[in-house]
């Protein structure tokens, strides 16, 4: 049995790395893609999920960050930073344990999930919780690394939309061929830059006829580049994606303009409910930010803009059991009962 190698071991020919590349990995990548089939039946489409949340740190940042990480220990680096919603930061601080360096995170105060924060805690990250939001911690993350003997491994780290991109690899080589259309959450809009690359490359590269039609979500209280404006207090209950300033805006654009595809906006409302779809119908538990996508997949289907028959791929980012005070929040409590079988059946309606 062949097993998986991680995303540089696998890619290595097609990302920037060489033989002396010091490679840091956890073996990220070679993520499922799941046939999504009730979404199928609902909208007359093809829905493939592409579940990143079974990536080691349970979300899509550990294929940027394996190379992001190693580059910057190739480089000679001792420290590494970033600014996060909670999934980036995870990510470096378990790539920079396993490399040995220092990580320093900067999240924007209350608004990173419990278990985002614990993970950057566990893998002993230096944690500085700002009072502002992301788009405050990115500009001080950047303007640390230029001051400061500290790398960036945020998404404007070129490295890391290299590693992103292999999940479009990933899709094209699991479907034969492109899908027609591909669904994402976007935030600082760095992975749709990456999925946009990683796709016009296959193409290139004769390994799919096409490209696909990206389509991209923002949270609706949360969505620069739908409204063409920078958001100054974005908001939303999807955390990750609570991002008023894309530092990929321009790239998004391009991605979009490019493929011929769409950035839309979805709703908490739309977002919750496609939370509660995906875990109770497909048997997928995401976070909320990844369930944009198929809120968008969903909105886009109800308004024509996806027409039936067509093959969609959704990418869900990140792992719901990051935020599980969602998943609790919004389901009824556990009943309580003695030790009896008549009770649980009772209570079961089994009787
Ligand atoms: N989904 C999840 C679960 C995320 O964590 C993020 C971004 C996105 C989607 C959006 O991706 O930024 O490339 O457009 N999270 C970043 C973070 C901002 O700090 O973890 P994007």
Redesign the pocket.
Known sequence: MRTWRGVINEFADRLPVTDTTPVVTLYEGGTPLVPAEQLSTRTGCTVYLKVEGMNPTG???DRGMTVAISKAIEDGAKAVI?????????SAAAYAARAGVLCAVLIPQGKVALG?LAQGLVHGAKLLQVDGN?DDCLALASKLSIDYPVALM??VNPYRIEG?KTAAFEIVGALGDAPDIHC???????????YWKGYVEDERAGNATHTPRMFGFQASESAPIVRGEVVRQPQTIAT??R?GN?A?WTK?VDARDASNGRIDAVTDREILAAYKLLARTEGVFV?L??A?SVAGLLRSVDAGLIERGQTVVCTV??HGL?DPDWAVSTAPAPTTIPVDAHAAAASLGLT
């Open positions: 979300s899509f940042k970033c600014a996060s919603t909670g999934n980036t930061s995870a985002k992301f945020n998404s992103q994402l959450p976007v935030g600082n809009a760095g992975n749709i830059t990456a990750a994606i991002i894309p990929s998004a976070e930010a990844s944009a980012t990140g990051k």
